[in-house]
């Protein structure tokens, strides 16, 4: 599927990284070459209807996936070689599928990672949802994610969730963490998820990802929403 592929990422332009970012950052993380594409709120209404569209059959393309682009119209969408996936998790295990890395070697360190993948898109999900019920999240939901994810991720040893191996659900945590920032989420310098969020904010390719994104990124102003 990726090897001498043309890949697209579709995301809606926005100050945070989102769920598109984590594909962005898995993509530069695996030196997979893509090319991203950034849509504006105000391109954003037609675009989804052109996602959800029926895809163009390929000559010689064999898929046993439906043709159709992205039934739901979200992002992140990827397209490859004429053939789309869409949604964030899915697209992250999809490809750490096709590397044969970023996931566990043993069904229960698969298990592992899929299980603090859901707590991460939850909390990515809550984090959203903050927007109309700030206090409750402050208070009672975001720490009870902090402290699930990491459980999970001091009782490996670190720094990441399979102790010297990145993951996917790495990916994850490092991208809601980014977006909240550690001070925020009151996650200590010295604790596991913090160590977790350096070392993998300091991957050479992340960082030269997250450091493009910071320069071309628009303003809270800009998208109108309020600085956190």
Known sequence: ???????????????????????????????????????SRAE?????????TTAVKHAGHNSSLPSVRNPFGSTPTIEVNGQWYAHTTPILRLIARELGRYDGKSNEEKYLVDAVADITADWRAAWIDMLFSKDRYIQK????????????????????????????????????????????????EHTPLHQLYRAVGERPRIKAYIERWEATKPSCAEYGVVPK
């Open 1 to 39: 599927m990726l090897r001498n592929s043309t890949i697209n990422l579709y995301k809606i332009a926005g100050p945070f990284l989102s769920r598109a970012g984590n594909v962005g950052i898995f993509l530069a993380d695996a030196n997979i070459p893509f090319k991203e594409h950034h849509i």
């Open 44 to 52: 954003w209404l037609a675009a989804r209807k052109q996602f959800q």
């Open 141 to 188: 939901s975001r720490p009870r994610f902090v402290d699930a994810c990491q459980a999970y991720v001091q009782s490996r040893g670190g720094p990441y969730l399979l102790g010297d191996r990145i993951s996917y659900a790495d990916i994850l945590m490092y991208g809601v963490i980014y977006d909240e920032t550690p001070a925020l989420c009151q996650i200590g």
